[in-house]
């Protein structure tokens, strides 16, 4: 069965510096990864993905994530966070089996990431 | 333009009441879903639908029935609501592909008093 993990509940960074929200992730099969972000009173909004190809990917907002297949994680990072950046992130898996229309999307359990001034 | 747009956005009613959140996507889509996120801002997936048919029933009281007249439009009924069911109701879609992202609408908060 797939599952993903976002190990911490709230991140706290200060504004200026790097950031970093964790996701591990077990599924059979090639992953399908992303990240979701939502702000108070709002929809999940579509940050990045890892399909295939180069394990760094750039998503919006100045995101980035880091896929590693040997440690089954992909990290959600930022290099300077921004005030506005705070907010709840999910991170997502799709597991691959070939084709299927019924495969699903298993979100984690949101991390809450508040950075201060 | 709103790709997902859901109502209604707030709805609060009493227990015992049927209650309908409408949703429509104009991005061309063929796959809908519905996602509950509760007060712990956990989101699971109750259903989702490929081309107007059922592929995705998790496990949901048969209180919650889908309907789905065409693929831009997915609607969750709800009958005999309980205090249990206050939470925010996504809706969302993509194309059926596994590679293919996932589009949220603003949700619908359910309030049961």
């Known amino acids: 069965a797939q599952s993903v993990a976002q190990p911490e509940d709230q991140v706290n960074v200060a504004e200026g510096n790097p950031l970093t929200v964790k996701c591990t992730y077990s599924?059979?099969?090639?992953?399908?990864l992303f990240w979701y972000v939502q702000y108070p009173n709002r929809g999940l909004q579509f940050l990045l993905k890892y399909i295939t190809g180069d394990n760094l990917v750039k998503g919006s907002y100045g995101f980035e994530a880091e896929f590693n297949k040997s440690q089954t994680s992909f990290h959600l990072k930022k290099p300077s966070a921004l005030v506005s950046d705070s907010a709840l992130y999910f991170c997502a898996v799709r597991g691959l089996s070939g084709y299927s229309s019924a495969s699903k999307i298993i979100f984690g359990s949101g991390t809450r990431l508040s950075i201060r001034p | 333009d709103t790709a997902v747009s859901q109502t209604p956005k707030y709805l609060v009613t009493q227990m015992g009441n049927d209650k309908s959140i409408k949703c429509e996507q104009n991005?061309?889509?063929?796959?809908m879903y519905w996602y509950k996120q509760d007060s712990k801002k956990f989101l699971k997936i109750m259903f989702s639908y490929n081309n107007k048919e059922l592929i995705i029933n998790e496990t949901v009281p048969n209180r919650f029935s889908p309907k789905s007249p065409d693929k831009a439009h997915l609607n969750l009924h709800i009958n005999s609501l309980e205090l249990g069911d206050s939470a925010v109701y996504f809706c969302?879609?993509?194309?059926?592909?596994?590679?293919?992202?996932?589009?949220f609408g603003e949700g619908s908060w359910l309030t049961v008093v």
């Open positions: 599924v059979s099969g090639n992953p399908y």
């Open positions: 969302a879609s993509s194309q059926a592909q596994g590679r293919n992202t996932i589009y």
């Open positions: 991005l061309g889509h063929d796959t």
